[in-house]
């Protein structure tokens, strides 16, 4: 079974799906705009057939916080990647939490975009956040 549409598939899409599809979109629109910012990233550039990993929506629960699950599942994730030849560690970070979890393992910050500066379709539909300022891409030589 493929994931790519056949052009001849005349069957309608479902409307609930579309839906949540429409509802990620801004979300998906930050991302794409963050992560854009890898393809510059100099020692990518210079190499881009290097495998590299992908991070995002890391994090644990409140009652779990502070006791290293995020640095060890980072830490794992990372030797693993190492060890089947990738390159680099990239990751979203959209929490504090995540962000000071970033900096301690010493990813650099690659950019950041402000919550109240990205604009989707004429809106700001981030604007609201308060908790976090911004979501902060980081990179991982491995």
Same mark, same amino acid.
């Given at each position: ?14 409307p ?28 990518y ?22 006791k ?6 980072r ?13 680099f560690?990239? =990751?979203?970070?959209? +929490?504090p939490? /995540?962000?000071r *979890? &970033?900096? $301690? ?9 402000k ?6 379709k004429?809106?700001?539909?981030? =604007?609201?956040?308060? +908790?976090?300022? /911004?979501?902060? *891409? &980081?990179? $991982?030589?491995l």
């Amino acid at each position: 079974m493929s994931c790519i549409p056949d052009k001849n598939d005349t069957t309608e899409s479902d409307p609930a799906s579309d839906d949540v599809l429409r509802k990620y979109e801004p979300i998906n629109s930050l991302l794409d705009q963050l992560e854009g910012n890898f393809d510059d990233y100099p020692d990518y550039k210079n190499n881009p057939d290097a495998k590299f990993t992908k991070a995002f929506k890391v994090g644990v629960l409140p009652e779990y916080a502070g006791k290293g699950l995020g640095t060890r599942l980072r830490h794992a994730t990372t030797d693993l990647a190492k060890s089947k030849g990738f390159q680099f560690s990239v =990751a979203s970070a959209s +929490a504090p939490g /995540s962000q000071r *979890l &970033y900096q $301690k393992l010493k990813y650099e910050e690659l950019a950041e975009i402000k919550y109240s500066d990205f604009v989707f379709k004429g809106s700001r539909p981030f =604007a609201g956040i308060t +908790a976090c300022p /911004s979501i902060k *891409l &980081y990179i $991982k030589k491995l």
